[in-house]
C-alpha cells in the first residue's frame, strides 16, 4: 500500500480520475488493479477476488496485476491465486527487471516496469561517531540473511553497534537466535516504522543489506531499500541484487574487502551519499513514481 499503490491512487486521483479501491471491484469499472492479496483468510478470499475479477473482465474491464512477490516461482498459501488469475490479466506491473524475468516463465503477456517509490526526503549526512553504528531495517522474511551474514561477515576486533528494525515477527524470531560471531556487537532492536527509521539513521553512521541472490523468493526485489538507506544519509554495504546493479558506483559490496574500509571509517564514503542524493534519490520520490502509474493507467 505504502510504496506502490498508494502512489498510484495519490498521482490518479490527482489526475482527475475516478478511483475506488478495496475488496469490492465497483460495477462498471473500466480499469482493476490487482494488488498483494496478502494470506489471512485466503482460501476464502481468494475465491471472492478471482470471482469479480472475472466478473469485470467479462464487463470489458481492463486487468492489471502488481507482481512484487514471486509466488509463482515457490509454493506458497498464495500461489494458486496467482496461478488462477493470470489467465485474466491484460498488463502485469513488477518492481524490478529481475521479477520481470521471473515471471516471463510463466506468463507470456505483457510485462510493465514500475519501480517502489521511497517515503523519506533526503537527510543529511552526519559526522562519524563510535563505536560505529549500523543500521538494518526489513521486513522479517529479510531477517535470515541479516542472522547469517553478523556470524560472517564481522572479524574479530571489530567493536560494532547494530540497530535492527523491523516487525514484531522479524524480531521475535532474531530474540530467539543464538548469535556467533568473533565481533564484539551490542545490539538494539526495535519495531519497525516510517517514524523510528529516521529517528534511527541520524544515530546510525552506516547501513547493511546483506541478501542471498540464489534466493528464489528474494532475488527479484527492488532497489527500494537500498535507495532509502542513501536517501537517509547513510553510506551502505549491500549485496548484489540485481536490481542495484545500476547503483553499484553508490554503494559498497558487502562480501568484498572494502567493507573492511567502510567499518573503518564510514566518512570514506559520504561522497557516495551525496552523489545518490543527487542524481538517483529524487527518481523515486512518491510524486514521480505517481506520475508513472499514471502513465501506465490513465
Known amino acids: 500500500m505504502r510504496l506502490r499503490i498508494g502512489p498510484a491512487i495519490k498521482g490518479l486521483v490527482e489526475h482527475g480520475?475516478?478511483?475506488?479501491?478495496?475488496?469490492?471491484?465497483?460495477?462498471?469499472?473500466?480499469k482493476v488493479v490487482v494488488t498483494k492479496i496478502g494470506g489471512n483468510n485466503i482460501q476464502t478470499r481468494q475465491v471472492q477476488w478471482l470471482e469479480q475479477i472475472e466478473h469485470a473482465k467479462r464487463s470489458g474491464a481492463k486487468i492489471f496485476l502488481d507482481y512484487t512477490d514471486h509466488h509463482l516461482g515457490f509454493e506458497s498459501s498464495m500461489s494458486d491465486f496467482?496461478?488462477?488469475?493470470?489467465?485474466?490479466?491484460?498488463?502485469?506491473?513488477?518492481s524490478s527487471r529481475m521479477m520481470k524475468q521471473n515471471l516471463a516463465k510463466y506468463y507470456s503477456g505483457k510485462i510493465e516496469l514500475v519501480e517502489d517509490a521511497i517515503e523519506c526526503l533526503p537527510q543529511t549526512i552526519k559526522p562519524v561517531n563510535k563505536p560505529i553504528t549500523f543500521l538494518w531495517f526489513g521486513h522479517a522474511s529479510n531477517i535470515e540473511y541479516l542472522i547469517s551474514f553478523i556470524k560472517l561477515g564481522f572479524r574479530a576486533g571489530d567493536q560494532i553497534r547494530l540497530i535492527i528494525l523491523s516487525n514484531q515477527v522479524g524480531l521475535e524470531y532474531f530474540s530467539k537466535v543464538k548469535l556467533i560471531s568473533e565481533a564484539e556487537i551490542q545490539i538494539q532492536l526495535a519495531?519497525?516504522?516510517?517514524?523510528?527509521?529516521?529517528?534511527?539513521?541520524?544515530?546510525?553512521?552506516?547501513?547493511?543489506?546483506?541478501?542471498?541472490?540464489?534466493?528464489?523468493?528474494?532475488?527479484?526485489?527492488?532497489?527500494?531499500?537500498?535507495?532509502?538507506?542513501?536517501?537517509?544519509?547513510?553510506?551502505?554495504?549491500?549485496?548484489?541484487?540485481?536490481?542495484?546493479?545500476?547503483?553499484?558506483?553508490?554503494?559498497?559490496d558487502i562480501d568484498s574487502e572494502e567493507f573492511r574500509s567502510l567499518i573503518q571509517d564510514p566518512a570514506m564514503f559520504h561522497d557516495q551519499v551525496k552523489l545518490a542524493q543527487l542524481d538517483v534519490v529524487p527518481k523515486y520520490s512518491i510524486r514521480n513514481l505517481s506520475s508513472k502509474w499514471v502513465e501506465l493507467l490513465a
Request: net charge negative; charged share 20%.
Open 191 to 252: 519495531i519497525w516504522s516510517q517514524e523510528a527509521m529516521v529517528h534511527a539513521s541520524k544515530l546510525a553512521d552506516a547501513c547493511i543489506i546483506p541478501i542471498n541472490n540464489a534466493d528464489l523468493k528474494k532475488n527479484g526485489a527492488s532497489s527500494n531499500r537500498l535507495i532509502t538507506a542513501l536517501a537517509l544519509g547513510l553510506p551502505v554495504a549491500a549485496g548484489a541484487l540485481d536490481s542495484y546493479k545500476d547503483f553499484k558506483k553508490y554503494y559498497v
Open 17 to 30: 480520475e475516478n478511483v475506488t479501491f478495496g475488496e469490492v471491484i465497483v460495477n462498471l469499472s473500466d
Open 82 to 94: 496467482y496461478r488462477n488469475v493470470l489467465c485474466m490479466v491484460d498488463v502485469v506491473v513488477t
